[in-house]
């Protein structure tokens, strides 16, 4: 009997440390990133031989960084939107009617980009945005971006459709109301909190993708993770812990928005 | 209908685009709705598919990046004749795909044994392990991966650490080497891993455990052949999730390790080299030998889950 519970015991222990570590091992090049951007030299060690906001002071004044940053927000923004819409819409139409042939056709499809390597999507996208001259506009990033936003939008409101009343949509006709009317103002005020963490996370996504922007943009769209990627390649100074550290926060906050939109164990369930 | 009749017919026609819509059936009203996503995913997916396709077939040239109008399988000839010679491709192509075994194996595993932790967890520590899978997931992948060449360079903390404490005598370089790139890697797709398996656990039943225990099952055998088996589509999906990423790996190798993937390859012969059929060529390769190692993992795992199907 006191074997089993020295075992028991045991066990506990062993899988507290397992999880523990595992626990340090996810935030540890996190708090690596925001310790290191108040750095006072220009190498990144960790921890840092001095501290000071000097890196804080030259993002402000470096204009690279902030076009970079104007650029990602432009194409977060604008992937949300054409996400939001298409996912938003896509996911009413699928509900409307379960069992059509294009609907079961449609979920696969929408899915697939994001089991691409962003590598060969990178690639195929390029050769098709110079074939039909959108190379080099926000859109073409817009429309990547999309690629891989929509179809987390459109899972999020399919599970959010699905736990709708429909019979409220049908009162609403049996009471006369257009198919619009009814949409604003009976299924719209229901979902409004999922199609908004829908959104939020379309614009995590682009916020943070890195590879398609790589092959898509060009000096005057370049993104946050692209400059930030090339600017590591060449060294490795504290500038981009700075940057990192603002790229952080802005997640944070979102998480933090999102789970008063919702709560946090729904918003990492919808995220698989 | 003369001309004068044209001008009101604006608004009436989108009264009447707008009573057509409410008069039809609801399956072409949901197709209606359907319609711009349908359209997107053509336009932004199939269709740029179709051009990579049919790049892959075009001859090379030397002043263009491809001829257009030509037909060649010249492109996919050099790839292969390159793979079975045993010369550059082939150790671009073994190291991805070395490098994506290597990385679902150890994410599996991991994300496993946390995704059960998280669901045996409760309250603050629960969303605090919850929120530790999540943040990294919303921070780009550029800043995941270069966090750790301070941690993991020979004169980095890691290092630092091993040398004070005198488990090691002398500083070990984890990058640039293979296990810094699958560290990275692990890194990156880990959190989708878990969230995958967790979202499984979630919807089970712990009582089914406890009856396993009752029973006189220990503690890893109830995991082993109660858990696992449950878990199953959680983890294919997890398998299949890191697979895909790892193989296709950019940034992790780019920055942790001095070999070269496949995505670092077809860059420099898309960006540097402008061989655009080859570089079509070879993305079409990788993408079938992908899809042919996924469906035999598929195959093994949902036979391993089947033998011990207890729902």
Do not use: C
């Not at chain 1, 987390?152 to 619009?180: E, K, T």
């Not at chain 2, 109008?69 to 000839?77: F, H, K, L, R, T």
């Not at chain 2, 150890?106 to 629960?126: D, P």
């Amino acid at each position: 009997m006191t074997s089993t519970l020295h075992r028991e015991q045991l066990e506990n222990a062993a899988f507290r440390a397992g999880y523990g570590a595992l626990l340090v091992f996810m935030l540890l090049p996190l708090l690596v990133v925001v310790v290191t951007s108040f750095s006072a030299s220009g190498r990144i060690a960790f921890p840092p031989d001095s501290y000071s906001l000097v890196w804080y002071a030259d993002f402000f004044e470096s204009t690279r960084w902030l076009d970079a940053f104007t650029n990602s927000l432009i194409i977060g923004v604008g992937t949300a939107l054409l996400a939001t819409l298409l996912g938003v819409l896509g996911a009413f139409g699928q509900e409307l009617e379960t069992d059509s042939v294009v609907g079961s056709v449609v979920a696969p499809v929408v899915l697939i980009p994001l089991l691409i390597p962003p590598v060969i999507l990178g690639i195929t996208l390029l050769m098709y945005f110079n074939e039909v001259g959108l190379r080099g506009s926000y859109a073409s990033i817009i429309l990547a971006h999309t690629l891989w936003a929509t179809p987390l939008v459109y899972f999020v409101m399919r599970s959010v459709f699905s736990r709708f009343d429909w019979q409220q949509l049908d009162a609403a006709h049996d009471l006369g109301a257009g198919p619009v009317r009814s949409f604003v103002h009976v299924v719209l005020p229901n979902v409004k909190h999922g199609i908004f963490v829908g959104g939020l996370l379309a614009f995590i996504i682009s916020l943070q993708e890195f590879v398609m922007a790589l092959f898509l943009s060009t000096p005057g769209t370049e993104t946050i993770p692209v400059l930030a990627w090339t600017e590591i390649r060449q060294a490795l100074d504290p500038m981009v812990s700075v940057v990192s550290t603002f790229l952080i926060l802005i997640s944070v906050g979102a998480i933090i928005v999102a789970a008063i939109a919702t709560n946090l164990e729904w918003v990492s369930k919808q995220l698989s | 209908m003369s001309e004068t009749t044209s001008l009101p017919q604006i608004p009436t026609s989108l009264a009447s685009l707008r009573e057509s819509f409410a008069g039809q059936s609801s399956s072409t009203r949901a197709l209606l709705l359907m319609a711009p996503l349908i359209a997107f995913e053509l336009l932004v997916f199939v269709i740029p598919f179709l051009i990579l396709l049919r790049i892959s077939f075009a001859e090379p040239s030397s002043d263009l990046i491809y001829e257009p109008g030509s037909w060649s399988v010249e492109a996919y000839a050099a790839v292969v004749d390159n793979i079975l010679a045993f010369e550059l491709l082939w150790s671009v192509v073994s190291y991805s795909f070395l490098l994506g075994v290597a990385v679902t194996a150890v994410t599996v595993v991991l994300a496993l044994f946390y995704a059960y932790a998280i669901w045996r967890a409760t309250g603050l520590v629960k969303t605090l392990l919850l929120f530790s899978v999540v943040l990294p997931l919303l921070t780009t992948l550029v800043i995941r991966t270069y966090a750790f060449t301070p941690l993991l360079s020979p004169s980095g903390t890691v290092n630092d650490i091993l040398l004070s404490t005198g488990l090691l005598s002398e500083s070990v370089q984890f990058v640039p080497s293979m296990a810094g790139a699958v560290i990275g890697q692990v890194y990156i797709v880990l959190p989708y891993a878990v969230l995958a398996i967790y979202s499984v656990l979630a919807t089970m039943d712990w009582h089914v455990v406890e009856a396993a225990r009752d029973l006189g099952a220990s503690r890893p055998r109830s995991v082993a052949e109660v858990v696992v088996p449950q878990a199953m589509p959680g983890i294919i999906v997890a398998a299949v999730i890191s697979f895909a990423w790892s193989v296709g790996a950019y940034a992790a190798p780019g920055l942790l390790s001095e070999n070269i993937t496949f995505a670092l390859h077809v860059e420099e012969l898309l960006l540097g080299d402008l061989r655009y059929p080859t570089a079509a060529a070879l993305s079409v390769i990788m993408l079938l030998l992908m899809l042919v190692s996924v469906s035999i993992m598929f195959a093994v795992l949902n036979r391993f889950g089947g033998d011990f199907d207890l729902a």
